[in-house]
DNA sequence: TTTTTAAACAAACGATTGTTTGATATATGG
DNA sequence: CCATATATCAAACAATCGTTTGTTTAAAAA
């Protein structure tokens, strides 16, 4: 009996977790169901009320413990003194690394919103909120950020949108150019997003800076 | 009578498919009935299978719709004879122009894959190969994208993610930033994007070159 | 006018949804 | 060794799911 308990290591909430993760990101949190969830981790339907207190617990702690990685990510490389070169690169080297590494859990804090609940929104966008305003911080430390605050709501979800942007299509990468996904790959990724980023944003720099020689 | 039909102007069958992008947009296509659609299209439940023989072939008929726009701009744009920078500027200008006036046509079409059957997976990296090799096709013209296929993979998706940034966050930007999203924003909107986009890509190529010296 | 076809409807179908219940087994602490 | 708390389970819950049915209404074709 215990021989058969070792084949599934984890404790059974973990499971459920995991479980979770795995099909939210691939069929969306409405398609999954929680019988479902329950088969994938090998427990009874009714320990997911029993741990989570329901379907929607498992997402709420899927968004938490992501939301947890990122500020991780953001004080530890907001404590070092970086160039301002090497915080950009560093910052999108850890996401990377972050989602690659967790790449469902990622997915689904990012992308899922299946809620019209008010709360449930207001709850993602304190989420977003806070995801700007620390990259914000850590890159006006580094003058690499821009000071207009205009451009804030475009510049943004741009970042966010380009870093996530080869996982966001997800299993369709593979499918359109058949490539194999290993650590060089990743390693090409960060460096090319990086650039354009980095790039990018002098480009804006200097096309506001043209504007406003141009309003004088 | 006559008057109180007239108060939904369009067809039944194109409200069924205008209150199915509204509602798929905003909560996702498993989290939203038939019932729900019917009752937002002021249609009988049934008339939805009858029309679209079911709700998957709403969401068929919208993605359709979508990458018929999409092939229209780039047709229209390939044909042409712009410099490569007024290129580049144009195509995010009617992407964006598209993805405003029809957004949740555009998010559902982009975003939703809310299927583990192999054949819908095919269908969307179908379309998604189509819109990659068109921007290709357009940019390789006006010798503006790169001819190295070794970072497609990672350029395209960069491309498209980033041209629909605004969009996949959707209903948030506002909560997040409290601003307005009329003409004026969605203007300034395509030309940041169009300036982050050239800047991004010119980096990039200047970062190849130095690798390929450095190689030698 | 009669026949045919399409459009619209209420009602019901079986299946599946997330959650709760009450019983049973296991483990922990006094 | 007993009492108590935790963990697990099958079963049932009401609600909702997408689809189909048979019928009625309205317009077009004969």
Redesign the interface.
């Given at each position: 009996m215990r021989d058969d308990q070792e084949v599934s290591a984890k404790e059974p909430k973990e499971r459920i977790l995991e479980a979770g993760a795995e099909l939210f990101g691939?069929?969306?949190?409405?398609?999954v169901g929680v019988r479902e969830i329950a088969e994938m981790a090998n427990v009874n339907v009714s320990m997911i009320s029993y741990y989570y207190s329901g379907k929607f617990g498992i997402l709420q702690e899927i968004i938490r413990r992501y939301f947890e990685n990122v500020r991780g990510i953001i004080a530890r490389i907001g404590s070092e003194r970086l160039s301002p070169e090497e915080a950009i690169r560093k910052i999108v080297n850890e996401f990377v690394a972050l989602m690659r590494d967790k790449t469902i859990f990622c997915k689904v804090a990012i992308?899922e919103?299946?809620?019209?609940l008010p709360e449930f929104?207001?709850f993602?966008?304190e989420i977003?909120?806070m995801h700007?305003e620390y990259l914000q911080q850590t890159l006006e430390i580094t003058n690499q950020w821009l000071s207009y605050p205009?451009?804030?709501?475009?510049?943004?979800?741009?970042f966010?949108?380009?870093v996530?942007?080869?996982f966001?299509?997800g299993?369709?990468?593979k499918?359109?150019?058949d490539?194999e996904l290993n650590d060089e790959f990743y390693s090409?990724?960060s460096?090319?997003?990086s650039?354009?980023?980095?790039?990018?944003?002098?480009?804006?720099r200097?096309?506001i800076n043209k504007e406003k020689m141009e309003q004088i």
């Open positions: 691939t069929k969306g949190y409405s398609a992308t919103m299946p809620f019209n929104a207001d993602k966008a977003m909120k700007i205009k451009y804030n709501p475009i510049v943004g979800p741009a966010i949108s380009l996530f942007s080869h966001l299509f299993p369709f990468i499918k359109v150019w490539i090409t990724y460096k090319v997003i650039t354009m980023l980095l790039a990018g944003l002098a480009g804006l200097k096309m």
